[in-house]
Each structure stands twice: as structure tokens, then as C-alpha cells.
């Protein structure tokens, strides 16, 4: 698996990705049961508020190798602050249909 991960970029003032490092090394969390190893392809933010930027990036990571796109925790379950995404859906869908069928989608991390 190339996974390349899209996170809050609000959420990366206080929060270095730790957690989602950890849980792409130690095979946890949506990466619990991947068979074979897990590559991070990219990690970056969605762009900001309303997250409109998160499919150029999604684009961008696929383009480079990325066949996976996992949305960073922060962005559907709101940790470590409790404040989910509220664009977290339409940036999921607008995600899913730029980059096709072939890419899978991850809703969280940790």
C-alpha cells in the first residue's frame, strides 16, 4: 500500500502527525490486517477551510504514486480536540471523484 495522508491544517498547529506515523509503522488503527508494507507516499493538509484545496493535493498524491488516500483522524473524528470537520463529507466525496474507482479511501487514521 502508498498511502498518502491529508490532514486539518488547522489541526497541524499543535499536532506534528505522530499518531498517524505510528499507526502507518505499526500497522494499527485503519491499518490493522494490511498485508504487505504501507509506504507514506505524502503527508499534507487540506488547504484550509472549506478543505476545497484537499482534491488537488488528493490529485497530487496519486499522481505520485499514492493508491490509497487516507483522511488524518483529525478530519472525520475531530482528535485530539474533539472538533470533527464540518466540510469532512463533501471533502471525502469531491476526493473520491477526482481520483476514481482505482484509489482507496481511508476516513480516519487513529
Excluded at 490493522?32 to 488528493?58: H, M, Q, S, W, Y
Excluded at 488516500?69 to 471533502?91: E, H, L, N, R
Aim: hydrophobic share 40%.
Amino acid at each position: 500500500m502508498k498511502v498518502g495522508i491529508i490532514r486539518c491544517m488547522q489541526t497541524e498547529d499543535f499536532c506534528p502527525g505522530t499518531g498517524d506515523f505510528f499507526v502507518v509503522a505499526k500497522k494499527f488503527g485503519a491499518f490493522d490486517g494490511v498485508e504487505g508494507d504501507i509506504t507514506i507516499t505524502g503527508f499534507t493538509n487540506c488547504g484550509g477551510c472549506p478543505g476545497k484545496r484537499a482534491v488537488l493535493r488528493a490529485r497530487e498524491l496519486v499522481k505520485r504514486g499514492a493508491d490509497t488516500i487516507a483522511f488524518a483522524s483529525c478530519i472525520q473524528k475531530g482528535t485530539p480536540i474533539g472538533y470533527p470537520c464540518p466540510f469532512a463529507k463533501k471533502m471525502r466525496a469531491i476526493v473520491e471523484e477526482e481520483v476514481g474507482p482505482d484509489v482507496t479511501i481511508l476516513d480516519w487514521t487513529h
